[in-house]
C-alpha cells in the first residue's frame, strides 16, 4: 500500500499579473497555521514533499513542512504550478519507489481532481486542507483510477 497526501495550498491574494508569484494572504498565514497545528497532533510522516513552484504553495508547504515527523526532502516541482489530471496522474506513476509515503503541495483544480479519479468519488479542496488517501497499489506504477479510499482531511 502506498501512502498519498495532497495538500491545496492556503489562501493566497487576488489574482495579479503575475500568477506565479503570488503570496499569501493573511487569511491564507493563518489556514496553513492551524493545518500545521492538526498535522503535528496527528502525527503524520512521509518520504518526500513534492511542491509546486509556485510562491503559495512554496509558502504553505514551509508552514507545514516541520509539523511532519522524521526526515523529509522537499522537492519543488515547476511541473506541479500548472499542471492537468493527465500529468497529475503521470507525475504520481513516476515517484520513486524507495518512496511509501508522499506529500504534494499543489493548486485546484487538480488536487480536486486527482483524488476524485484516485478515489472513484467527488473529493472537493478548499485552501489549506490536506487529504490523506491509501492506495491499494504497491508500485507507484500501478496507479489507476479507483484504486485508493479517502482516510480523512484536515483540519476537520
Known amino acids: 500500500m502506498k501512502k498519498l497526501y ?7 491574494k487576488p489574482n495579479s499579473t503575475d500568477d506565479i508569484a503570488r503570496q499569501l494572504s493573511k487569511t491564507g498565514h493563518k489556514e496553513a497555521a492551524t493545518l500545521a497545528n492538526a498535522m503535528l497532533h496527528k502525527k503524520i510522516s512521509c518520504d518526500v514533499i513534492f511542491c509546486s513552484s509556485a510562491a503559495r504553495a512554496c509558502q504553505t508547504c514551509d508552514a507545514v513542512a516541520s509539523s511532519v515527523t ?3 526532502s522537499i522537492q519543488k516541482k515547476e511541473e506541479l504550478y500548472y499542471i492537468d489530471l493527465n500529468k497529475a496522474m503521470k507525475f504520481v ?8 509515503s508522499v506529500l504534494i503541495v499543489s493548486h485546484n483544480p487538480t488536487m480536486s481532481d486527482l483524488a476524485t479519479q484516485l478515489t472513484g468519488s467527488e473529493i472537493h479542496f478548499t ?3 490536506l487529504k490523506y488517501l491509501e ?3 504497491n508500485s507507484w506504477d500501478d496507479l489507476a483510477p479507483s484504486c485508493g479510499k479517502l482516510v480523512w482531511s484536515l483540519p476537520n
Open 93 to 100: 506513476k513516476n515517484i520513486n519507489e524507495s518512496y511509501e
Open 135 to 137: 492506495l491499494d497499489i
Open 70 to 72: 522524521g526526515e523529509i
Open 127 to 129: 485552501t489549506g486542507i
Open 6 to 12: 495532497l495538500l491545496r495550498h492556503a489562501d493566497a
